[in-house]
């Protein structure tokens, strides 16, 4: 690949090439309100250094660290917030005042009018089960002591928000309308907490509920990382457009043939990042660049950042031009994405339904679209890609503590990603080697034909190599948690021929129950039925609820 590079960036292109048979002709117009800014929030506890009694902090919550320190952590994540971390180093207030930021530019150039507020949902996981309950009072308590957030409507939905949401809205109407006797199924896959999986597809969903219930004329959401911020000026200067101008692009929602003329619809859509240390030599200077070292340890086993690096450039930093490729008449698909910068139209949510299943614990957002990767005899659902559309990536700058702190279990999930594709793929309806073919390089590199030799060898290589280069107590930490973590992903992966194929089945009918129920609503609210008319004020009064007063 090294020795071939342009060749396999063009080659990539090529493949990854969409001619338009119809742009959008309804594109969006206004996306401070047809757009519903979405994110979530990742919580931990206090660093192990940090004295729980010093925090600023309202005295029961520090009462309560104090408990909840003593217990197991249930769930990993990169870079979570330590609670009673210094606000500069916090995400939730970082992210949030860079889209604020953004949004005042927005207001500046003309682009949105001066009273205008954008929407924005944060869901919210926790590492360890005793953050369930005091998870938004420390966001409330945060973000109110922050008097710079002007722009924005944030509403805060916790584990227990979501419970009350099926509970009280969607259970209802599915016991209404629908003949469903597992009363639990979708309480099993409507959660912000656990794997990211869980996360990133319910703040896609959400989009759904909020136009049948909140406000109709949402007509897209879109997810950024806290970590993530719009360089607005940068965009102007080298793209010509404002972060809300590329949301316009009437790519997002064209139609058009794949290099096979199979038809697509490109419902979704895809930025990129660029690095904070990158981005004074460009916008467009990808966040992964080609390896130009010697590769050691575990990387003589599965190498991934070489064809990382491929799809970097070959999808996310493609230019429109006066070429061929010009992002009009032909675009790019993308399968290569990021959590953040990327969305969907709630119409094509609503009629494609794709979903990352609650299995996937990494790469949640490439999982997304092999739900519904493939559509025979109708189109296939894609993301376009939308180039410009890019947000500097920031985590280096201010969360280097969470992120060193995180370190083993992000490598520990780099691990079980390969488990978990390998498995996933083959839990799907078509075969392994024809959705490889359409995922490779950097997606279908995760998806191998001996999973468990490879995650073996990658977790002992990786392990010897932290003892050579003089830092066994990371080695140790790495082998330790790794073992456990990994038998048990495995032992589950080795009870029957394929477990995740059911578990998938399953999924995907709970949620077409989802989207079915949500178009029954609809109908009962346009025709004035009085028991969807409830439904209608219960939802309101429950996301009215979930808003957080930014004191501003």
């Known amino acids: 690949l090294l020795e071939r590079r342009e060749d396999n960036i ?55 660290l104090h408990e909840i320190i003593r217990e197991p952590q249930i769930y990993w994540y990169d870079h979570p917030i330590q609670i009673g971390v210094e606000a500069e180093k916090n995400e939730v207030v970082y992210g949030l005042k860079g889209l604020d930021q953004a949004v005042a530019f927005e207001k500046e150039k003309g682009i949105l009018k001066k ?10 996981s926790v590492t360890h ?113 404002s972060a809300f101008e590329h949301f316009k692009t009437p790519l997002w929602g064209a139609e058009g043939l794949d290099e096979n003329d199979n038809p697509v619809e490109l419902g979704m859509i895809a930025g990129a990042l660029v690095n904070k240390e990158d981005i004074g030599r460009s916008l467009f200077t990808p966040d992964v660049s080609f390896p130009n070292k010697n590769i050691c340890g575990n990387e003589w086993i599965f190498y991934s950042q070489l064809p990382q690096a491929v799809s970097t450039e070959g999808e996310m930093m493609t230019r429109y031009g006066e070429s061929e490729l010009n992002g009009r008449d032909r675009c790019i698909q993308r399968v290569h994405v990021t959590g953040g910068t990327c969305g969907i139209l709630v119409e094509s949510l609503r009629k494609y339904r794709p979903f990352t299943p609650t299995f996937i614990g990494r790469a949640e957002d490439q999982a997304y679209m092999l739900s519904v990767l493939l559509n025979e005899g109708g189109r296939t659902l894609r993301y376009a890609h939308e180039a410009g559309l890019i947000m500097r990536h920031d985590k280096k700058s201010f969360a280097g503590e969470a992120i060193q702190s995180a370190h083993t279990g992000k490598l520990i999930g780099d691990y079980a990603r390969i488990l978990h594709f390998s498995y996933y793929a083959r839990a799907l309806p078509w075969s ?13 590199c995760f998806v191998s034909t001996i999973p468990f030799t490879v995650v073996s060898l990658r977790l002992a290589l990786g392990g010897a190599l932290f003892f050579k280069n003089g830092k066994p107590n990371e080695g140790f930490d790495l082998l330790q948690m790794g073992t456990n973590r990994l038998h048990k992903i495995i032992k589950k992966l080795s009870e029957t021929p394929n477990p995740l194929r059911e578990k998938f089945q399953k999924e995907k009918k709970a949620w077409n129950v989802f989207y079915d129920v949500l178009d029954k609503v609809e109908e009962g609210l346009q025709r004035g039925d009085p028991f969807d008319l409830d439904l209608d004020n219960k939802a309101k009064e429950m996301i009215k609820t979930s808003q957080i007063d930014l004191g501003t």
């Open 432 to 444: 392994v080697e024809r959705i490889k073919d359409m995922i490779d390089p950097f997606t279908g």
């Open 10 to 64: 063009n080659a990539l292109r090529k493949k990854r090439t969409i001619r338009i048979t119809r742009s959008n002709p309804d594109p969006i117009k206004n996306p401070a309100n047809e757009i519903l800014f979405t994110s979530n929030v990742l919580l931990t506890v206090p660093s192990p250094i940090t004295r729980i009694d010093n925090l600023t902090l309202p005295e029961h919550l520090k009462s309560r």
């Open 129 to 241: 089960a005793g953050l369930h309950d005091m998870a938004r009072a420390y966001l409330e308590d945060v973000l109110r002591r922050e008097k710079s957030i002007r722009n924005l409507n944030v509403y805060i939905l916790t584990e227990y928000d979501v419970a009350t949401l099926i509970g009280k809205v969607l259970n209802p109407a599915v016991s209404h309308y629908m003949n469903l006797k597992d009363a639990n199924l979708l309480h099993e896959i409507i959660s912000v907490d656990g794997d990211y999986g869980r996360h990133y597809t319910f703040l896609k969903a959400i989009s759904a509920f909020w136009q049948v219930f909140i406000n109709s004329n949402v007509r897209g959401t879109f997810k950024i990382d806290l970590d993530q911020v719009f360089p607005q000026n940068e965009l102007v200067r080298e793209t010509g457009a």
């Open 115 to 124: 009273n205008m507020k954008v929407h924005c949902v944060l869901s919210v």
